[in-house]
């Protein structure tokens, strides 16, 4: 073992042991937590340093650290972090790695395999331009923007998520697969119409908007995960689930990128159905009976044994992130609401002591349960919109 790794293990043991001593369910502030993250991220990307590599970690596999390729959906989330953690702390060794861990994804614009192009280029490359204003970016911007395009699917007026042949648990027969999680790609068609002025992407972001917001959800709100439409003929073929317990119930994290996505359709085109829709899919979060006291949800809202079911720490820093933004348009709780999922995740019950957790922040996260994997776990995408959501509860008190 090398002499940089054995320091590393006895001071996260060190750190380790001394949180545990302080264990107490305390709700850590906001500099507390953004303390933490600073060692916690930070012996995340001295490992990878050590390692000579650039490698962007997603969950824990094994008890090990699992990397991911550039085509992962999850690789733009690491880029991200260093992004929120330099605007948390102003650090400019954050943007020093934020440049690094961006530039690494530079292949991912040509990405046309599958729908994740847009989150995985808007949360690394749209930071990175955010922050620097580094027009370099807005070409890899529109590169990606080009790729997603390619996946719009005009007689039905949708960007096809996945390939024809990723069925539920195996069943192929899908014609133009939409996941509600496609609602956090639009986000970088606004962008690119901002960039370019070719209006057409803005167009077909509004699109896929209406026509999820007509066919995905029920009545009560709650949305499907997967429909499938016909890309031919147009209307409906199916209404499924791939990472929900069942057809009809409600996966938790689906929820949260609803409420996400229809905030974004908000800020970019002030169309108040889009505002409406947000604030519907928050009634039906929370007022649902299995919504746990904490905001910390599980799954899915439907799991059968519920309260004994794993939570989704991911799906309620999602949502909390959602609501500090929708809290700029409307006074409706929802800051509050926001402020109290905080409080939950930056408590010991899911924030994890320094040097633990294989330098994650959250724990109690869930990736796929049908699937089997990454179940109560930690995932990079509920680390960055904790921090994300951090970001912009400080701006929002700043003023
Ligand atoms: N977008 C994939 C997921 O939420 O698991």
Known sequence: MKLKTLIYLAAAGLLASCASADQKPVINPIQETVALAVQQIGFQTELIEQSGKIMIPRTIKNDKIHYVPIDDWTSGFFAGTMWYMYDLTGDEKWKTLGVKYTEHLDSAKYLTWHHDVGFMINCSYGNALRVTGDTAYK?????????????????????????????????????????????????????????????????????????????????????????????????????????????????????????????????????????????????????????????????????????????????????????????TYKQNGFKETADKIVASLASPAYLAIVGTNHNFLLMHSVGSIPHGHEIDVPLNYADYYFLEALVRKQNIEKK
């Open 139 to 327: 070409s890899v911007m529109m590169e990606a923007a080009r790729s997603l395009a390619t996946r719009y699917r005009p007689v039905p007026g949708v960007i096809q998520s996945w390939d024809e042949d990723r069925g539920w648990q195996g069943k192929r027969g899908w014609m133009c697969p939409v996941i509600i999680d496609n609602m956090m790609n639009l986000e970088l068609f606004f962008e690119a119409t901002r960039i370019s002025g070719d209006s057409s992407f803005y167009k077909m972001a509004v699109s896929h908007a209406d026509v999820t917001m007509a066919h995905h959800f029920r009545d009560d709100y709650s949305s499907y995960h997967v429909v499938d439409y016909d890309k031919i003929k147009g209307g409906v073929r199916s209404r499924e689930t791939a990472q929900g317990y069942a057809h009809e119930s409600a996966w938790a994290r689906g929820q949260a990128w609803a409420l996400y996505g229809y905030t974004v359709c908000y800020r970019e085109t002030r169309d108040e159905r889009y505002l409406k829709m947000a604030e519907n899919i928050y009634n039906y979060l929370f007022n649902h009976p299995n919504m746990p006291a904490d905001l910390v949800p599980y799954w899915d809202f439907d799991a059968p044994a519920i309260p004994n079911e794993p939570r989704d720490a991911s799906a309620a820093a999602i949502i909390a992130s959602a609501l500090y933004e929708l809290s």
